[in-house]
């Protein structure tokens, strides 16, 4: 029996009207996500993969087309109705971390718990996850006083803080160096396969992807190839 659908993207178009002309972004993309899976998706600047990405995390509307997230159409759904759908069902990670400098690394992962107002005191797995990424000792640093490596890891632990079945992450890596960029892949690999978390990660790193069950490649807007890694 097949695993349900995490991520469904049917037909879906993105274009910019710059009032001279129409630029197309995206030109009909399809394709599903089991739960479950770690997918990447490649491909060369301009070939519409953040875009692509922005659309799955409900940041941004398709022009047509339809996304659904955990059997959820949001395609039309208004900011409060999607706010709610990210609060339970997506987690994120960017390139540039986006944590709150005036946080510390323990309140910036406990973070989602209080703005979805979960029951509860969050503070327990707040700290487990720290621990999970070798931070606990850290934990009252604030942004200026970690690494970068230490500050995408931090991102990691508040991604995971709600326990969401999808985890978005753009170019988790980008701005690390080799080592801190293996250590923050290994603990995405371990999350995503402890939890059964989906993972969508856009990348333009072959070498990260090669770690994907799956590489979804974008050229000028169109999906080019769709290839699952040999069992």
Do not use: C, W
Not at 66 to 88: C, N, P, W, Y
Not at 148 to 162: I, K, P
Not at 192 to 216: F, P, S
């Amino acid at each position: 029996m097949s695993n349900p659908i995490a991520v469904e993207v049917d037909s879906v178009t993105r274009e910019i009207d710059t009032g001279t002309h129409v630029v197309k972004i995206l030109k009909g993309i399809s394709f599903t996500v089991p739960h479950g899976e770690f997918v990447a998706i490649m491909g060369a600047s301009g070939s519409g993969k953040s875009t692509l990405l922005g659309l799955l995390a409900g940041l941004d509307a398709p022009t047509s087309g339809k996304i659904s997230l955990d059997q959820i159409d949001i395609t039309h759904l208004s900011e409060d109705e999607m706010a709610r759908v990210r609060g339970s069902k997506v987690g994120f990670v960017f390139q540039s971390y986006q944590l709150i400098p005036t946080l510390t690394a323990e309140e910036n992962v406990l973070l989602p718990h209080e703005l979805t107002d979960r029951a509860g005191d969050g503070m327990p797995r707040a700290r487990q996850l720290l621990e999970q990424v070798g931070l606990l000792d850290r934990a009252s640093h604030y942004p200026v006083q970690l690494s970068g490596g230490e500050q995408q890891r931090v991102a990691l632990a508040r991604a995971f803080m709600t326990q969401p079945p999808i985890l978005l992450a753009d170019e988790p890596t980008g701005n690390l160096d080799t080592a801190n960029g293996r250590i923050v892949l290994d603990l995405l690999i371990k999350l995503n396969r402890e939890q059964g978390t989906t993972l969508v990660m856009v990348t333009h790193d072959q070498q990260l992807a090669t770690y994907a069950d799956r590489v979804i490649t974008l050229r000028d807007g169109l999906l080019i190839s769709d290839e699952k890694k040999a069992a």
